[in-house]
C-alpha cells in the first residue's frame, strides 16, 4: 500500500501509457504508472510477446516482447513509479487534485489523470465444452502463446476464424508436429495476406483445414489431452488426435470501474477531443484502444500519436503560469 503525489496517473502500463511516460517527461511532468497486469506491457506482453509487428515506425518488423523492453529503455531516465497488479478503484476530485484509490489501498495524488486502459479489464472467450477447466490447468488448452518453443513438436488443433487464429497457425508451421484449423465456415476474418498465405499451406497439406466444423467435445484424463472432437452443422463429428487446443474466439472487455466515473462513452470506449485527447471530465484524458473519436485507429502508432497529444494537453494544467515553447526532442536532447 503507497501514497503517491505526481503530476499525472496514467492507468494502464501498456504501449500508449508507457509511451505518455516519455512524452510527459520531455514536458517536465512526472507521472505513475498503474496496471491490474503484474507487469508492464499490456496485452503486448500478457497476450502474445512473441508475435511480431510490422506497422512500428522504422522496425520493419518487431517482436511485441522487444517493443515492451525498446519501451523500458526510453522511458528509464524518467523514473515512474509504478504500482502493478493494482486496478484502480475510485477516482473523485477535479482538475488540478484528482485523487485514485486501488484494489490495494494505494493513493495517488495527481493533477490530471491519463487513461490508457486498453479496452479495460480482459479474458479470453471460453468454448462450453465439458472438462475445460482441467485442461486449462495442465496447459493443454490455451488461449494465448507465450513461447513458440513450448509447442515444438506438439499435434495442435486451433479454433476460430479472426486474425490471432490464422497468425498462429502460420506462426506455428514448422514448429508444432501437426496443426489443424477448425472453423464453422471457408472465409476467415483475417488480414487478406495471412488468409492467402494459410490457403497456400493448406494446399500443400502442411496444414489441415477442418471446415465447416465447430468444437464438440473433448477427449482425455487427467488434464492430458488426447483428441479433440469437432461437429459439422449436420451433427457428424470427427475426431482429432490433438496435445494442446488453441481456442480463439476473441477477449471478452470490460472497463470496470471507469464505467461508473462519469466519463461519455460510446461502445464501451472513452470519447475524448482529438485535440487534445481529453474526456469528457476536464483534467482526466484517454489515448489508445480504450478511445472513440472521428477517424480514429486502433493502431499502437496511433497510440503513440495520443500520447503526444495528451501530454501537451496536461501541460497547462501541471506548469499553468509558464508557456510551452515547443522544441523537437532533437534540440533539447533527453534528460541524463
Not at 487534485?97 to 479489464?121: M, S
Not at 495442435?156 to 508436429?177: K, T
Not at 474526456?279 to 485507429?297: C, H, M, R, T
Amino acid at each position: 500500500m503507497e501514497e503517491l503525489c505526481t503530476d499525472v496517473a496514467i492507468i494502464g502500463a501498456g504501449p500508449a501509457g508507457m509511451f505518455a511516460v516519455f512524452e510527459c517527461g520531455m514536458l517536465k511532468i512526472s507521472c505513475v504508472l498503474i496496471d491490474a497486469l503484474g507487469e508492464v506491457g499490456g496485452q503486448c506482453a500478457a497476450l502474445y510477446p512473441e508475435k511480431p509487428i510490422y506497422d512500428i515506425p522504422a522496425h520493419p518488423g518487431i517482436e511485441a516482447a522487444g517493443l515492451i523492453s525498446a519501451l523500458e529503455a526510453q522511458i528509464a531516465p524518467f523514473t515512474a513509479p509504478r504500482l502493478l497488479g493494482r486496478r484502480v478503484e475510485q477516482l473523485s476530485g477535479t482538475k488540478g487534485d484528482f485523487t485514485l484509490t486501488t484494489d490495494a489501498g494505494d493513493v495517488v495524488q495527481a493533477k490530471a489523470v491519463v487513461v490508457a486502459a486498453g479496452a479495460g479489464a480482459f479474458g479470453p472467450n471460453r468454448p462450453p465444452l465439458q472438462g475445460l477447466a482441467a485442461y486449462e490447468a495442465s496447459g493443454a488448452i490455451q488461449y494465448y502463446v507465450k513461447r513458440r518453443e513450448a509447442l515444438r513438436g506438439r499435434h495442435v488443433v486451433i479454433a476460430g476464424g479472426g486474425d490471432s487464429a490464422v497468425d498462429w497457425a502460420l506462426a506455428l508451421h514448422g514448429i508444432a508436429a501437426s496443426i489443424h484449423v477448425v472453423h464453422r465456415r471457408a472465409k476467415f476474418r483475417a488480414a487478406p495476406q495471412s488468409a492467402a498465405a494459410l490457403d497456400a499451406l493448406a494446399v500443400s497439406g502442411a496444414i489441415d483445414m477442418v471446415i465447416p466444423y465447430q468444437l464438440h467435445a473433448l477427449h482425455g484424463t487427467g488434464g492430458v489431452l488426447e483428441a479433440v472432437e469437432v461437429a459439422d452443422l449436420d451433427g457428424a463429428t470427427r475426431r482429432i488426435d490433438a496435445d494442446v487446443l488453441l481456442p480463439f474466439f476473441g477477449l471478452a472487455m470490460e472497463l470496470g470501474p471507469i464505467a461508473s466515473w462519469g466519463l461519455v462513452l460510446e461502445r464501451q470506449h472513452v470519447v475524448v477531443n482529438p485535440a487534445t485527447m481529453e474526456s469528457s471530465v476536464p483534467g482526466v484524458f484517454a489515448v489508445g484502444d480504450i478511445v472513440q473519436y472521428p477517424g480514429k485507429l486502433k493502431l499502437i502508432l496511433q497510440g503513440f500519436a495520443e500520447a503526444a497529444v495528451a501530454a501537451h494537453g496536461i501541460y497547462p494544467i501541471v506548469h499553468p503560469d509558464v508557456a510551452l515553447h515547443f522544441e523537437y526532442s532533437t534540440t533539447k536532447g533527453v534528460p541524463g
